[in-house]
């Protein structure tokens, strides 16, 4: 099984640039997150969603957008790059199940963005 | 809103013995979800163990194990006969019920290092 697959790994972009960040997963999960992660830090959420056609707001989403057409692919937007959004980027999945807050998130391996 | 503080940023261990580190919280809620989460050098977030406040029995996993503390709102995780594949940083983490998706909440990582 694939799992949770981002592209890309590694990306530079300049500022005003903009860029989409994909992930996919193949396990059928219903719950999808974007998080980044600043050095020396923990993760912290941007967006997630609880199915096809929703999404919502996590800690920190200002300069990002999301979408999710489908169960599958849950895409990241970047519109105006900016330096202080030089991060990795994750996205994860979860089952949704009888306590979904419960449930094991499963991770991709990060894309990596700098922003000059 | 919740808090999670690893107050080690680094901790060391030889090889076969034994380590803990450690996480404390800050929840007003009564029912909700600790995960200790690995990240070797790969990137890659992988679940380690995981706790439900409700359960007063420690989780624990093969060489992995937690000391869940309530009322003290404590969560570490104790690592018996430690390997070098057990190098990485070591996330704690919390999840509440929000009637959706789990959204953690990270701690700041703890870098762990095996010597032979």
């Not at chain 1, 169960?71 to 330096?83: G, K, S, V």
């Not at chain 2, 929840?27 to 909700?32: K, W």
């Not at chain 2, 992995?64 to 190098?87: E, H, M, T």
Request: hydrophobic content about 30%.
């Amino acid at each position: 099984n694939a799992g949770v697959t981002q592209t890309p790994k590694f990306r530079i972009l300049k500022i005003g640039q903009s860029m989409t960040l994909q992930c996919a997963q193949d396990m059928n999960h219903n719950y999808m997150y974007w998080y980044r992660q600043d050095p020396g830090m923990g993760l912290k959420l941007i967006y997630y969603s609880v199915g096809a056609g929703i999404t919502d707001k996590g800690e920190v989403p200002n300069g990002y957008n999301v979408s999710r057409s489908t169960t599958e692919d849950f895409p990241l937007r970047l519109e105006l790059a900016a330096p202080s959004q030089t991060s990795v980027y994750f996205c994860a999945s979860s089952y949704s199940g009888d306590t979904p807050f419960g449930q094991p998130q499963h991770f991709g391996d990060g894309t990596r963005l700098s922003i000059l | 809103a919740q808090t999670v503080t690893q107050s080690q940023p680094e901790m060391s261990v030889q090889e076969a013995e034994t380590v803990t580190l450690s996480c404390t919280y800050d929840t007003s809620e009564s029912d909700y979800y600790l995960f200790w989460y690995k990240q070797p050098p790969s990137r890659q977030m992988i679940l380690v163990i995981r706790q439900e406040a409700y359960k007063q029995q420690n989780a624990t996993e093969n060489r992995f194990s937690v000391n869940f503390q309530k009322a003290a709102k404590s969560f570490s995780l104790k690592i018996s006969d430690s390997q070098l594949g057990d190098a990485a940083m070591y996330f704690c983490a919390y999840s509440r019920d929000t009637g959706t998706a789990s959204k953690l909440t990270f701690g700041t990582g703890t870098r762990l290092q095996v010597t032979l």
